[in-house]
Structure formats: C-alpha cells, structure tokens
C-alpha cells in the first residue's frame, strides 16, 4: 500500500514551499494553470467517466458544467491576471505631502479548499484556479462521496502539478478533521451548513479567515402575466441537470393562487419535452449519489400531487424529474434543501405573500423571478435577501465571471469566481511611500 503522508507533512512541504517564494511569480503562476489546464483538456476521458461511475453524468453535461466550466475559468483568469494584479493608486491626504499610496494584491500562503460531492471536480478545481493565481500553495480536498473523481484527482493533479505547489488528501470526516487542525491561511469550503460550522469552528482557532459556499432552498417565483411556457422551460432546462443535486438549483417555486394550475401544467409540459416519457433512458440524466439521498428523496415525494415523474428505482437509484402542486408550507419538503430532482409549487396570495415567505426562511443562495413588471422586479430586489439574483434567467448568476459567486447568512459567506477568487486569496495590501 502507498504511504499517504501525514497532513503536518504534506503542510511542512508546501509551507516551506510557499516561504522559498517559489510560486509568488506571477509567470510561475501562469504556467501553473496552463498545466491545470491541460489536465483538463488531455484526461477529459478520464474524468467523464469518473463522474458517470460516481453519479451517472453522461459526458455532455461532465464536460459542460465541469470540465470545460473550469477551463473558461482558468482562460478568463489568465487573461486578466495582469491587470488585476497590477498596484491600485490611492488618493492621499494633504498632511502626508508628496507621498503616494496604493493596494496591491499579495499571496496569502497556504490555502485549503474542501469540496462536496455534486460537483466534485469543478468545486475543487474551480477554487484551486484562484489559489494559485493568487500565488499560494494549496491542498485540496475532494469529498468520499465521489470516489472515484477523488481518486483521479489525486493521480492527476499530481502527475500535472509541483507537488511545492498542490497537493490532494483524500478521505473523510478523519482525514479532514486532521487536516483542519493545521494552520491554514485561507480556507475555502463547500457543502452542508453543519460540517461548514465545524469548518470555522476549526479555523478559529488559529484565526484562519474562511470562504463557506453553503446551500439551502433557493426560490423561484413566477408573476402573474408571466408567459408561463418560457418560465417553465427555463426552470425544467437547469433544475434537472445532475438530477437536481446542484446548490443553486431552484428548490421551489412560488406563484399565486390563480396562477398555479396553468403554471403546474406548463411545468409538466417542460418536464416531458426535456426528458419525454422515460427520463431513466435520456443518457445525459444523472442518477442520485447514495442509497440514504434517494431514501430521503422517495420519502419526500409524499409531500404533494404529482403532475410530473414521480417514477424511482432504488437499484439504480433513478429518480424521475418530478413536479409536486398542492404543497404545503409546512410540508416535509418544504422543510430541508431537496437537493434532488422535485421541484414543488407552493401557491400564495400575491407578491406581499411572496415575500414575506421567502423572508420568513434562510437567505436562500439563489432567487429567481419571472415578472415583466418594473415595479415588482423593484420591490424583490429592494425587500428580499438572497447570494444572487435573477429575472428570466434562474442560475444564470453562476456564468457571469465578473460577478461574484456566493451565499449570504445560512447559504455562506465570501464569495469567488474570476477576480473574486483572486481576492479572496489575496491580501489587499496597503502601501504608502515617501519618494
Ligand atoms: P459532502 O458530504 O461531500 O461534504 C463536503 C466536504 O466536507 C467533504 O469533503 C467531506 O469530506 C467534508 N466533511 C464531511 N464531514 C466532515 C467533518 N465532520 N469534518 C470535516 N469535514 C467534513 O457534501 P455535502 O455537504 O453533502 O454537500 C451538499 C451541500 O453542499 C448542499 O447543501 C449544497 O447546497 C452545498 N453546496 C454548495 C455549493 C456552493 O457553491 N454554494 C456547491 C455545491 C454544494
């Protein structure tokens, strides 16, 4: 069996590592990501088929909301590393003469980054694109829960990265909990609230600052007037894909009263001309990670009347894109993220009832409105909270690179993707100077 080095090891190396100045070059940083690069573009074989053995991706949703997402993020990084890194010239005030003064952004050292399962290669590689564009050593962590891209990762990433540059530590709760023990200068971790809790717990102790991508039910709402066919098509096109295990899903959608039984229907429509009448035969359809999801999932389709799926095979653990009407507030799906391919319509009285609900809850990481009015755009946006927001588009927040990525309260804080990610695992540095 392969010795796997202890993390205080593993932290020694890259925190001499980062010390000697190794990877604070800006070209040495380019090149870093050249190779991350083309690990994605020469093993995409390799990973496709990872993923399709840890969640049944088929390789065109693999390569778009995976492989090739993280590729543009290291295009759109390395065009722009320049200018972002470039001294930012301050004014200064009178008493201090003729000095100068600027921010500039500097490593911070060693990073860790600790991702889920729904994504496990893009929610590791993502973030490791701004760790080492910011110039620090990094180890990631992918999660036990997706074994196998886990696994090539860890072969991967290390045939391709400086091992004084990256490393991987595979593992659970253990292996993580002895990771977190270590100092780190940045953490960033994605996945449940709970364990994110244990993750700034730990961090606190050595006043490590920390990132939490974190979850929970993202709300859709639909206004009356709407054209309820588009809306339906674009909900269906993104909270089915990877069956529904995506943070920034829509979780549920809220109408009013009269509206709810056309939009049901139109949502059914979209359901069926997604995925027809044999969603378990589409090839791109993915298939719930574990026995205890899909258990919880089965159970919480109890929860309304099904207009569309509801079909499941627990020994390919299947789930049919399904939509649930009549359901209630208090509803058990109404009560944890789904994470799962169910997207329930709750209905509500007006917009005032609309608000109050989604203010009522968690601030979700998504919202995402459909209204062609002005006056209502105004008020979800002036009288709601949310990581992001969207009219027309839901999810779209996440394909925009200059627009910071993240949650507020229980959906997490900080955020990255394109500068963002640079400044996260940056310093802004303050420099004055007397010429
Ligand atoms: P998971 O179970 O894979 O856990 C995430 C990571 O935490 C793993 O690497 C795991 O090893 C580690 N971990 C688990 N228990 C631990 C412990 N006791 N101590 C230290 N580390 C531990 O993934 P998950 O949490 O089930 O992921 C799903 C959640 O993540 C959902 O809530 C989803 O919304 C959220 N999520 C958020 C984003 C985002 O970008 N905001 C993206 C994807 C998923």
């Given at each position: ?105 500097s490593p911070l050292g060693v990073a860790l980054v600790v991702a889920p399962w729904n994504y496990p290669l ?314």
């Amino acid at each position: 069996m392969p010795l796997v080095p202890e993390p205080a090891q593993t932290m020694a190396r890259l925190r001499a590592a980062h010390r000697s100045g190794l990877n604070r070059p800006v070209a040495r940083r380019k090149e870093l990501l050249r190779r991350l690069r083309a690990m994605l573009v020469d093993c995409g074989p390799q990973f496709t088929e990872a993923l399709h053995a840890d969640l049944g991706k088929g390789p065109v949703e693999a390569h778009r909301t995976e492989i090739d997402y993280a590729v543009r993020e290291i295009d759109y990084i390395l065009a722009h590393l320049d200018d972002w890194l470039q001294p930012q010239p301050v004014p200064t005030p009178p008493q201090l003469g003729t000095a100068e003064a600027w921010t500039q952004l500097s490593p911070l050292g060693v990073a860790l980054v600790v991702a889920p399962w729904n994504y496990p290669l893009h929610l590791v590689v993502v973030p490791l694109v701004g760790a080492l564009a910011a110039g620090n050593t990094t180890v990631v962590k992918p999660s036990e829960f997706a074994p196998a891209t886990s696994a090539a990762l860890a072969r991967l990433l290390s045939s391709y990265l400086p091992s004084d540059a990256v490393a991987v530590v595979e593992g659970g709760p253990a292996r993580t909990t002895a990771l977190l023990e270590q100092r780190f200068d940045h953490i960033l971790y994605t996945g449940n609230g709970a364990v994110g809790r244990i993750v700034m717990a730990a961090a606190a102790r050595h006043l490590t600052p920390v990132t939490l991508e974190l979850g929970g039910k993202s709300s859709a709402f639909v206004d009356r007037g709407t054209d309820l066919r588009q809306a339906a098509l674009r909900l269906v096109a993104v909270k089915f894909i990877n069956a529904g295990q995506t943070c920034v899903a829509p979780d549920y959608v809220l109408t009013d009263w009269k509206t709810a039984p056309e939009l049901e229907d139109a949502l059914a429509k979209a359901v069926d001309a997604a995925y027809g009448s044999e969603a378990a035969r589409v090839p791109e359809y993915a298939r719930i990670v574990n026995e205890r999801h899909y258990r919880r999932l089965v159970r919480l389709l109890a929860s309304g009347r099904i207009v569309a799926g509801g079909d499941h095979d627990p020994q390919t653990r299947f789930i049919a894109p399904t939509v649930l009407a009549d359901v209630a507030p208090d509803a058990p799906v109404m009560q944890e993220e789904i994470f799962g391919p169910i997207l329930p319509v709750l209905a509500v009285e007006d917009l005032d009832e609309a608000i109050s609900f989604i203010n009522s809850r968690p601030a979700p990481l998504g919202l995402y409105a459909f209204s062609d009015n002005a006056g209502t755009r105004e008020r979800l946006l002036d009288e709601t909270t949310s990581g992001g927001i969207t009219f027309g588009l839901p999810m779209a927040q996440f394909l925009v690179p200059e627009l910071p990525f993240g949650g507020i309260g229980e959906s997490g804080m900080g955020s990255y993707h394109g500068r963002h990610t640079v400044i996260t695992f940056s310093h802004t540095r303050s420099v004055v100077a007397q010429p």
